[in-house]
């Protein structure tokens, strides 16, 4: 069973950083994508950041220049450094990874349970 647990999240002032991190665990063969999503109250999830196996990675546009995403392959484990925050970056943040396991034919997406990220002052 892949399991992706999420650390990092909490309370920060505007300006401030964070940095979260996805650990992937589980019988995985190969981790294809791996990537941050967002939903804040009222609001349906969005995509933050995604970084590829070969590392080529994705902003959405409202966090260009201050996030940063990256991954250590030979942990299974993905980064985001949050610098720059702001109120409307509040919400909660989930990992994201396509992956393939041993036993399965196909690729599939799983999901971490979520980590709150709180800018306020």
């Known amino acids: 069973q892949v399991q992706l647990v999420e650390s990092g999240g909490g309370l920060v002032q505007p300006g401030g950083s964070l940095r979260l991190s996805c650990a992937a665990s589980?019988?995985?063969?190969?981790?294809?994508?791996m990537g941050w999503y967002r939903q804040a109250p009222g609001k349906q999830r969005e995509l933050v950041a995604v970084?590829?196996?070969?590392?080529?990675?994705n902003y959405a546009d409202s966090v260009k220049g201050r996030f940063t995403i990256s991954r250590d392959n030979a942990k299974n484990t993905v980064y985001l450094q949050m610098n720059s925050l702001k109120p409307e970056d509040t919400a909660v943040y989930y990992c994201?990874?396509?992956?393939?396991?041993?036993?399965?034919?196909?690729?599939?997406?799983?999901w971490g349970q979520g980590t709150q990220v709180t800018v306020s002052s």
């Open positions: 994201n990874a396509v992956l393939s396991e041993a036993l399965k034919k196909y690729e599939y997406a799983y």
């Open positions: 589980g019988s995985i063969l190969s981790i294809n994508y």
């Open positions: 970084v590829t196996s070969g590392s080529r990675t």
